[in-house]
């Protein structure tokens, strides 16, 4: 648990009807990302919100934020990601950020979908994360390029992929200091997560 500014990444299921009841955080940018089915989102700002498949929920607890998660659904499980960031200032003020990704724009290549500053289009974070998301299947063979001194976290969040010649499964990770260049290939039905980071060590 902990890489880099990566604290944890929860997967979670969860059953028709239940859930998380409501609880706090503090300092910590929590990314929510659904796999399939629907959560359903309250906090202590007023959010409500169902997060469904394709998009990227954005949590900055900041100074303190109260939180609850349930299953949308009456009949079906919901299966999401909950990824935690250490934030690079600390009690900031709380916010929320949700944004949808479409599919088109992740099959076969590699999208931005949360940054620092937001970069194209995709949703900011309180730390030098890039998270990149793509949709490999078949002869799909993207390639994901980043600078020297960075820390990548890989995720197969599902099926399973070919990396620099090591086959990663559902649930795989793995982490690399200084690597410049990703080969991915021969995947069945994947969809990888890279989280491309600033060292702790050379955070301002």
Known sequence: MGFESLRVINDDRVVAGAGFGTHGHDNMEIISYVLEGALQH?????????????????????????????????????????????????????????????????????????????????????????????????AEAPVYTTQNNRALWVHVARGDVTMNGHKLNEGDGAAMVDESSLQFEKGRDAEVIIFDMKPISTNS
């Open 42 to 138: 309250k906090d202590s700002l007023g959010n409500g919100s169902v997060i469904m498949p394709g998009e990227v929920q954005r949590l900055s607890a900041g100074r303190g934020i109260m939180h609850s998660e349930h299953n949308h659904s009456k009949t079906e499980k919901v299966h999401f990601l909950q990824i935690w960031f250490m934030p690079d200032e600390r009690n900031v003020e709380p916010g929320y950020a949700q944004q949808y990704f479409p599919e088109e724009e992740k099959r076969g290549t590699f999208r931005l979908v949360a940054s620092k500053q937001g970069r194209d289009g995709s949703v900011s974070l309180h730390q030098d994360v890039d998270m990149s998301v793509a949709l490999i299947d078949g």
